[in-house]
């Protein structure tokens, strides 16, 4: 079936450091890709999409290739602030699954320090 | 805007309880999903409303888990002899329209603590 692997956190970084959070997805037709991020204390919130290959979301100064080549959706920003400290969840949304249901990796924590 | 709300937002219940939870959606949004979100976990799929219609149950855990949207907007999930393996985040979305593409809009959540 459809699923989502994100690399494990915590993620940990100085202010204005480079970010790169790897996501890479199974799916037998040709997915929607979403990143979702959980602020503390908040609901989950749509950060970006793309919704066919080669389409780059972006949003925040964070931003997203899907690869259908390489099957990824790799999350970057050029330069991290504390308030972007959040849980980070990739996702995807099959066009063969009625509705668009979503299905989630298992979360990045990232953790900014000033 | 009103949000998707979500009550209530925290939830004790004993071993065996029912329980009830309700989600309210964006008004004029058609899909619903529910969702259940275990500790340090992304959320995973439980079941999908088109309006009032479910279509997709296929994430309900088991025949204790049971979900409604009798007017096409107000949802309730329903748990019935509830057990610790339940206790989780319930989380509710909704959109406009449906579709693999559309963007989810999240409520925040209902926390089941069951001792």
């Known amino acids: 079936g459809d699923s989502v692997t994100q690399m494990e956190g915590p993620v940990t970084l100085s202010e204005e450091a480079f970010l790169t959070i790897n996501c890479t997805y199974t799916?037998?037709?040709?997915?929607?890709l979403f990143w979702y991020v959980q602020y503390p204390g908040e609901g989950l919130q749509l950060l970006l999409k793309?919704?066919?290959?080669?389409d780059k979301g972006s949003n925040k100064g964070f931003e997203a290739t899907y690869r259908k080549e390489t099957t990824s959706f790799h999350l970057e920003k050029g330069s991290v602030q504390v308030s972007d400290s959040a849980v980070y969840f990739c996702?995807?949304?099959?066009?063969?699954?009625?509705?668009?249901?979503?299905?989630f990796g298992q979360g990045t924590e990232l953790s900014v320090k000033p | 805007g009103a949000g998707v709300s979500q009550s209530p937002r925290y939830k004790v219940a004993k071993r065996g309880q029912d329980v009830a939870l309700r989600c309210d959606p964006i008004?004029?949004?058609?899909?619903l999903f529910w969702y259940q979100q275990a500790l340090g976990q992304g959320p995973e799929f439980l079941t999908y409303?088109?309006?009032?219609?479910?279509?997709?149950k296929s994430g309900l855990p088991s025949d204790r888990f049971f979900a409604e949207r009798p007017e096409g907007s107000v949802s309730t999930l329903k748990i019935q002899r509830t057990q610790q393996e339940d206790s989780a985040v319930y989380l509710c979305?909704?959109?406009?329209?449906?579709?693999?593409?559309?963007?989810?809009?999240f409520g925040p959540g209902t926390r089941l603590l069951v001792l």
């Open positions: 979305a909704s959109s406009p329209i449906q579709g693999a593409g559309e963007t989810q809009y």
């Open positions: 799916a037998t037709g040709y997915p929607s």
């Open positions: 793309a919704t066919k290959a080669d």
């Open positions: 996702a995807l949304s099959d066009q063969g699954n009625q509705g668009g249901k979503l299905i």
């Open positions: 008004s004029g949004h058609v899909s």
């Open positions: 409303f088109q309006n009032e219609a479910q279509l997709d």
